[in-house]
């Protein structure tokens, strides 16, 4: 059973950063679509950041240019370096793997990290 466990959040003043990892398990991790999402309390849970199985990337326009996703598939890894961080990023990061298979479709959830940025 693939499983995620994000680390990095904490605690930083307006202006700093923060590298978000995500350890997941599975021998097939390489194909896994990787996304981060956030949760702010009480909003919707949105999309961050998403890098597929080829490398393709895409974040939401809030944090263009300020945060970047890579992936290490040798480590079974994907990082949100998180640059020129506002309050208004403070929410729980989540983690996501979604892939398609002969079997079906799946989709994957970390149980979160928290970020707190202070003004």
């Known amino acids: 059973q693939v499983q995620l466990v994000e680390s990095g959040g904490g605690l930083v003043q307006a202006g700093g950063s923060l590298r978000l990892s995500c350890a997941g398990s599975?021998?097939?991790?390489?194909?896994?679509?990787m996304h981060w999402y956030r949760q702010a309390p009480g909003k919707q849970r949105e999309l961050v950041a998403a890098?597929?199985?080829?490398?393709?990337?895409g974040y939401a326009d809030s944090v263009k240019g300020r945060f970047t996703i890579s992936r290490d598939n040798a480590k079974n890894a994907v990082y949100l370096q998180a640059n020129s961080l506002k309050p208004e990023d403070t929410a729980v990061y989540y983690c996501?793997?979604?892939?398609?298979?002969?079997?079906?479709?799946?989709?994957?959830w970390g149980q979160g990290t928290q970020v707190t940025v202070s003004s």
């Open positions: 996501n793997a979604h892939w398609t298979t002969a079997s079906g479709t799946y989709s994957v």
């Open positions: 599975g021998s097939i991790f390489r194909i896994y679509a």
């Open positions: 890098i597929t199985s080829g490398d393709n990337i």
